[in-house]
């Protein structure tokens, strides 16, 4: 009889020595909790574990305990072996010598000279024994992660943690379920069947962090009972609700609240598309002290104060002759459309699209004649 998907992870663990964990670029509060409680998790079974996206951390989740081994590219994965057989000359002595961007390894041979066919070049195995991908419904969400580290997926076994209905299952383990409320709800339960000794304040508290963020405080329609029981598990090990709901839901960096100003100072509203956004200039990042990276906070914002709207943008400059737009849908079909013709736009729940367009308004009603055009067909 075949394992269960729980079950099979803990036999993966058991095998494990050092993890990748990755989620996409700008994560939710879900991939955030669930990524870092597994970070300690991991790290309570001896095993070495390292968090890898791509950029956009909310300043909202720097309440959570943050792990050290974090990075925002797959460096130093595996190693390049040059392989000499030895069997008819011996090496005497190998050194190295940079020379500006020459890196020479110098090799010296017992007699004469290295013979050609005595010489390879071998890709070592990956040094991680498995990755775990979590809250991406594909590994194209993972961004240049996936893109530039296609091999890692082929050569090391893969676990897929993720509640979407739209999930591919594309891991040799899927940790899928779509009637969870999210991935930190599915990590609950399977810290508790596997080990649930393991799960300390700590851990608990990035879990209940994730279901907060995911359910909206527990708000939204996908607030099951399941999602209540885990949240009290969660409670019940240390973890304070108050403290992360005050975290995440009222306390507002300055930057941010400046930013937000300019953006409603600058808000611009289409009735028939039921479209609002804002265009920000250079001047408004860096007279409010924020950056690019804040802007899916933003938008998040615009949704949540106009009810009306259903399509939320930002519209900035990249460079000084280009600009790119942030947008959100509310609905998924206009999304997929809009996804239609620009597809390489997908950007973790948003589309971000780049025109060789400096002039912001311009842009902007570019962007809505082409939503207008969409709507319409």
Request: aromatic share 10%; charged share 25%; net charge negative.
């Amino acid at each position: 009889m075949s394992l269960e998907p729980q079950e099979q992870f803990k036999k993966f663990l058991e095998n494990s020595k050092e993890v990748l964990i990755l989620i996409p670029e700008n994560p939710s509060a879900d991939a955030v909790g669930s990524a870092w409680a597994l970070y300690y998790f991991l790290e309570k079974l001896n095993i070495l574990p390292t968090i890898a996206f791509g950029n956009g951390l909310s300043e909202k989740f720097n309440f959570l305990p943050r792990p050290d081994n974090i990075l925002q590219e797959i460096s130093g994965a595996r190693d390049f072996v040059l392989s000499f057989n030895t069997a008819q000359n011996k090496i005497m002595r190998v050194r190295q010598e940079e020379k500006g961007d020459i890196f020479n390894i110098l090799v010296t041979p017992e007699k004469g000279s290295i013979d050609p066919r005595d010489f390879s070049f071998i890709l070592a195995k990956f040094k991680y024994d498995l990755v775990i991908v979590i809250d991406s419904p594909d590994l194209e969400k993972l961004g240049r992660l996936y893109l530039e580290n296609t091999d890692l997926f082929f050569e090391v076994p893969v676990v897929n943690i993720d509640h979407k209905s739209d999930n591919d299952n594309f891991g040799q383990i899927n940790l899928t379920d779509i009637t969870a409320s999210s991935s930190c709800e599915i990590l609950t339960q399977t810290f508790e069947n596997i080990y649930p000794e393991l799960i300390d304040k700590k851990i608990a508290t990035c879990l209940l962090a994730g279901l907060i963020g995911a359910t909206d405080s527990f708000q939204k329609k996908n607030t099951t009972p399941k999602a209540l029981l885990a949240s009290a598990n969660l409670m019940n090990k240390g973890a304070d609700q108050q403290e992360i709901i005050r975290w995440m839901y009222k306390t507002q960096p300055l930057h941010i609240l400046k930013l937000w100003g300019r953006t409603m100072a600058k808000i611009n509203w289409d009735e028939e598309s039921k479209l609002i956004w804002s265009a920000l200039s250079v001047e408004d990042f860096v007279q409010s002290r924020s950056n690019f990276e804040d802007l899916p906070l933003i938008i998040s914002k615009l949704e949540e104060n106009f009810s009306e709207g259903q399509i939320f943008m930002a519209v900035y400059n990249d460079t000084p002759q280009s600009s790119k737009a942030l947008i959100k849908f509310s609905n998924p079909e206009t999304a997929k459309k809009m996804l239609s013709v620009f597809p390489e736009s997908s950007k973790r729940g948003f589309l971000e699209i780049s025109l060789e367009n400096p002039n912001l308004n311009e842009v902007g009603k570019i962007i809505l004649e082409k939503i207008k055009s969409l709507l319409v067909k």
